[in-house]
């Protein structure tokens, strides 16, 4: 699985990095970004796609 964070619609609320902290992680600025564009195993991409699903503006681009 595939995962990247658009960064112009990112509020950087957290919830992501909350969710799966593995994959996700704020930045500098604030905002998310993805600690690997792939995702293998398959309890990090539950966690991926929950991340996701909770994000409020729908940043997280995920690519199965």
């Known amino acids: 699985m595939k995962v990247k964070v658009n960064q112009d619609a990112c509020i950087g609320c957290g919830a992501c990095a909350s969710i799966a902290e593995d994959v996700f ?10 600690k690997k564009e792939e995702v293998q195993k398959e309890e990090e991409q ?15 681009e995920v690519e199965e």
């Open 25 to 34: 992680e704020l930045n500098e600025e604030g905002l998310s970004t993805a």
């Open 46 to 60: 539950e966690k991926v796609k929950d991340a996701a699903d909770s994000c409020p503006t729908g940043a997280i």
